[in-house]
Every structure is written in C-alpha cells, then in structure tokens.
C-alpha cells in the first residue's frame, strides 16, 4: 500500500517561515509530479502550487514570490517553502502526487497537513 506522506506543519506568527515535504512511502515509486493543494474552512480547495517531471514549475498569484516548491532527487520528496506567512494562508495543505512505477502513472493524495499563521 503507496501512501504520500506530508510534514512540516505548524502554528507560526505572520512573517514566518515552514517548509512542508512530501514523499511516497515504497522504494518501487518515483515521483512524477507533485501538486499542493490547500482548504480553508469554508473555502474551496486551492491549487497552490505544482512541479512536474522535467522541472516546469507554476503558483497560485497568491503566493508567488513567497513560497518556492523544489525536490530533492536523492530521497525523492518534494517540498514546499513558505515564506511570508499571512494570515490568509492558514488551511490544511494537501500533497497530490502522481507517482510512476516504471510502466504506469498512479494518482495518490495525502493526509493534509494544518498551517495556521496566527499572532
């Protein structure tokens, strides 16, 4: 059983800093791409941010220049740094992965992971 699994939440103060990570338990994967995603209590979830094989990158307006998605290829996981926390972006974020087992493309999310910017 493939299971994503998400770090790096927490309670910060505006203008803070965390970094989540998101990697795929089970060596026979590799990770194809990854999209955060996050949900706002009585909100919609949100795309956030996403990279994908070959390196192409893309954010949300609302956090570009503050958050930076990257993935480290020697324990494949990838992350998300946030920057400039504001209060706005407090939500569960979500890891969604498609992962390739060297002939297929399997689809998996993650737990979701709590970020709350608070004073």
């Known amino acids: 059983q493939v299971q994503l699994v998400e770090s790096g939440g927490g309670l910060v103060q505006p203008g803070n800093s965390l970094r989540l990570s998101c990697a795929a338990s089970?060596?026979?994967?590799?990770?194809?791409?990854v999209y955060w995603h996050r949900q706002a209590p009585g909100k919609q979830r949100e795309l956030v941010a996403y990279i994908r094989s070959g390196g192409r990158i893309d954010y949300t307006d609302s956090v570009k220049g503050r958050f930076a998605i990257s993935r480290d290829s020697a324990d494949d996981t990838v992350y998300l740094q946030m920057n400039n926390l504001k209060p706005e972006d407090t939500a569960v974020y979500y890891c969604n992965a498609d992962l390739w087992d060297g002939s297929m493309l399997y689809n998996y999310w993650g737990q979701g992971t709590q970020v709350t910017v608070s004073s």
């Open positions: 089970g060596s026979r994967f590799s990770i194809y791409a």
